[in-house]
């Protein structure tokens, strides 16, 4: 499985962005699908994923600011990102966990800076 992420960039503090994610290859065995971050000198965290029954899970941080959701029919995911704080600033990563246990792909990452 290939992602490839899109959106991101700057925002100022209480604005809102978007990320989306597109999945390639070996889609079919794709269960859950969501979104991690990393800021600078800290772990990659997970903030939010959706599973291909529709259970959604977000980390306390962003709930009820952000919310994630899936196009099967496209093979996306996206983040919708309100209200947004300097400490969401991060790289984003999107991942796509195979079903069974069988692996997780990540994409390569994108930059979402909270600024004034």
């Known amino acids: 499985v290939q992602l490839v992420e899109s959106g991101g960039g700057l925002a100022q503090p209480g604005g809102s962005l978007s990320l989306s994610c597109e999945a390639s290859g070996n889609v079919f065995n794709i269960d859950g699908m969501g979104w991690y971050r990393q800021a600078p000198g800290e772990q990659r965290v997970s903030v939010a994923t959706?599973?291909?029954?529709?259970?959604?899970e977000y980390s306390s941080a962003v709930k009820g600011r952000f919310t994630i959701s899936r196009d099967d029919g496209k093979n996306k995911v996206y983040l919708q990102m309100n209200n947004l704080t300097p400490e969401d600033t991060a790289v984003y990563y999107c991942?796509?966990?195979?079903?069974?246990?069988?692996?997780?792909?990540w994409g390569q990452g994108t930059q979402v800076t909270v600024s004034s």
């Open positions: 959706i599973f291909r029954n529709g259970r959604t």
């Open positions: 991942h796509a966990d195979l079903e069974y246990g069988l692996g997780r792909a």
